[in-house]
């Protein structure tokens, strides 16, 4: 069972950010975003992608023009996330042969991004939705589409978020802010996923006996 965590790397710069991206891969965090408001974007994501695109789902967060997901793809990324849905970077990252998840917050947004095209869909900010808006938006939203929170989730939140109908999770400053070690990031990664997997695991059995 695959770990639904995209690991959010803001502020990451390229000459540590293969460390970083091996010690999420070892922890079985699989797909990684560098935002393009990073030192050095395409450089960090290049270097991911010359190590890890046989390993990891590796692309770009806060993508918010189609020149941009163009120069993405350039480098052999194959993610796009934007903190907003635009109907434009839909269409240019599914014409490229990207995954788009972009940011939605309201049921028109994301059933215009799924209309678009988009894979999945990323509630941002998360933490201003709150978990009983999730469940609403769950509510109504199709069963298979993908449903990430992203924005101030932490370990904790995560059994409530998991209830409320999240389907994921993108982590960022819980997991990765500029000045740590690769060695921390290990140790937040691994306990994201131990979290995340006993937290499914609660959350399935409770489903199932409800």
């Known amino acids: 069972m695959s770990i639904p965590l995209i690991a959010i790397l803001r502020g990451v710069e390229p000459e540590e ?92 947004e994301c059933f215009a991004a799924l209309k678009a095209g988009s894979d999945g869909l990323k509630i941002f900010p998360a933490f201003k939705l709150g978990p009983d808006g999730l469940k609403a938006l769950k509510d109504v939203l199709p069963r298979a589409a993908p449903v990430f929170a992203v924005g101030g989730i932490d370990v904790p939140d995560l059994p409530v978020w998991l209830r409320a109908g999240a389907d994921g999770f993108g982590i960022g400053s819980a997991l990765y802010k500029p000045g740590v070690t690769a060695e921390d990031v290990a140790f937040k990664a691994k306990t994201f996923v131990a979290a995340l997997e006993d937290a499914r695991s609660g959350t399935q059995i409770g489903r199932s006996s409800t």
């Open 17 to 108: 950010v293969v460390d970083i991206g091996a010690a999420l891969i070892e922890a079985g965090i699989d797909r990684i975003e560098v935002p393009l408001n990073s030192p050095k974007p395409l450089e960090s994501i290049a270097a991911l992608v010359l190590a890890f695109a046989d390993r990891a789902l590796i692309g770009a967060g806060t993508v918010l023009t189609p020149q941009e997901v163009r120069q993405v793809a350039d480098v052999g990324g194959r993610l796009i996330v934007s903190p907003n849905f635009d109907a434009a970077v839909v269409s240019e990252t599914k014409s490229c042969g990207l995954q788009s998840w972009p940011g939605v917050f309201t049921a028109t």
